[in-house]
């Protein structure tokens, strides 16, 4: 952008990281606030958010001569709803004199009693992001400077989240945090200035990684096949040589693998998470494992001195690409809150379930409803073939109905069209329902239905269908 003459009150488009210019209006900083050393930069408020930023002059351009530009290239529903804003606010100051100080479109609104804060590239915190060698993160020159603006420590502040997301307590003691929208799409959360690592780039873990990328983080990636790191790479993502490199980088470390020996061999194993962790460091294990593993891993984390998170995900690819997943967090109730930035960036709703192990219960009772649900889907399917009626029609019928679901039209829809393109490994689905069974059998409950369903799965994965999708379990009825 080209570098303009601006002064207190003018509207503006600010381009600011990796986000699309967006719209918003030249104010003055608090008092208490300095200037980025050597920035030629103006203090920005931005309409339809809560965010403020000094932004360079040359990321700047007046609002009204490139409106129409602006609103050919940039599309989507929170980028209408602030250029809705600028026009409400235009309206109303119709008629009045121009050269607003920047202080009444903040009136009547609380404003937090802690000292704003901004990122500097010089910062002590920030500092040890990078080597000397190292390249700025791709189309994010100012991410440094991005003003986290409501709390001294927005990460660990449900204060920020509050302000973009429905905090509702239930008589449980856990709390189900709901985003209006997918924060993934569009665009509005402040990112934490916590150095994050990510270890796993599976179906599940690449999706999670891209949109917390896109959504500002900082974030070191490894995976047992070097060769997925290299797309992460591209997009600002930091390689760590070894799960323990990772760790010892990272403020804050997520995991996703696949099942209950992969995520013990990641913490325990040669070069594992356990020889980085120190007093202080967090980690989050996000893979659909039994309650035993993720005791056994908090145990050892604690051990050392570091704090422990289970927060598996429930989803699929799709969703976690989407950043629409729904995450079941259990564990220090502290790191949940640093890790909020983070988890609307890959989710459209979180969890707290209370102590270590509570998620990873709840997911395999999840999954353990989806994958009989699958099994019966496909029986049902393949049952109107056996009598002469309609598969399509089956499913029309199906998605007119209590049971309509976007689950069903998808999975009906690879089945009719022979397509298993994997979603959610039908292997994974099979190890959720064989944790589920043993669960039920440590608590002495039945699971009849789940017990049959895995059947189903177990001849599926004999036919050679475990790396496809979870309906391929249709082909168990047709061999």
Known sequence: MATVHLRIGDLVWGKLGRYPPWPGKVVSPPKDLKKPRGKKCHFVKFFGTEDHAWIKIEQLKPYHPHKEEMIKINKGKRFQQAVDAVED????????????????????????NKPLKILEEDDEDLSALRDPSEKPVKNDPHFHHFLLSQSEKPASSMEVISKRLKIIEEDTSSTSIQAADSTAINGSITPTDKR??????????SGIVSNLL??????TVWNRTAEKCDLFIQEGARLGRTPAEVVSMCDVTFSCVSDPKAAKDLVLGPSGVLQGIRPGKCYVEMSTVDPETIAELSQSITTRGGR????????SQQLSNDGMLVILAAGDRSVYEDCGSCFQAMGKSSFFLGEAGNAAKMMLILNMVQGSFMATIAEGLTLAQATGQSQQTLLDILCQGQMASTFVDQKCQNILQGNFKPDYYLKHIQKDLRLAI????????????AAAANEVY????????????????YRAYIH
């Open 89 to 112: 606010f235009l309206k109303k100051a119709k008629g009045k004199e121009q050269g607003s100080d920047g202080k009444g479109e903040t009136k009547g609104k609380k404003t937090s």
């Open 196 to 205: 994050i690592g990510f270890l796993g780039l599976g179906l599940m873990g």
């Open 214 to 219: 896109k959504m500002g983080h900082v974030v």
């Open 308 to 315: 422990f998170l289970e927060a598996p995900v429930a989803g």
């Open 438 to 449: 043993s669960m039920g059998d440590m608590a002495n409950h039945p699971t009849p239905m």
């Open 458 to 473: 177990k001849r599926a994965k004999a036919l050679d269908q475990s790396d496809n999708d979870m309906s391929a379990v």
